[in-house]
C-alpha cells in the first residue's frame, strides 16, 4: 500500500478554508472523510493572544516608567513588526498515494 506525507508551512491561515467549510470548489475533498480530520487550535487569533501572552505584557507593561513603551495590545505590535510574523500555519496532510479512484 502506498501511503503519501507533504507539509505545508505558511504565515497566513484561513479558518474557513482550514476547517473545510467550504468545500464546494474543492473536488479533492472526500466529505466522507472529514471527520478523521484532527484540528488542534480553532480560536480567534486575538484571543488565543490574550490568553498566550497577556500575563507577560502585564507585568511588562508594570515595570515601564513611560507611558509611551506600554503595549496596548500585544497582537497588533507583532502584526506590525517587519521582523515577526503574527502567526505560524503548519498543515500536514497525510494519505494515501492514490486517493482518486
Known sequence: MLFSISFNQS???S???NNRENIHGNPGIDPSRLEENIYF???DIRSVY???FQEA???YNEKQKRNDRKIKDY???IKKDTKTHEQRELV???GEGKDDP
Open 41 to 43: 487550535v480553532q480560536k
Open 15 to 17: 479558518l474557513s478554508h
Open 50 to 52: 490574550k490568553d498566550v
Open 92 to 94: 500536514v496532510a497525510v
Open 11 to 13: 504565515h497566513q491561515s
Open 57 to 59: 505584557v502585564d507585568k
Open 75 to 77: 497582537y497588533d505590535k
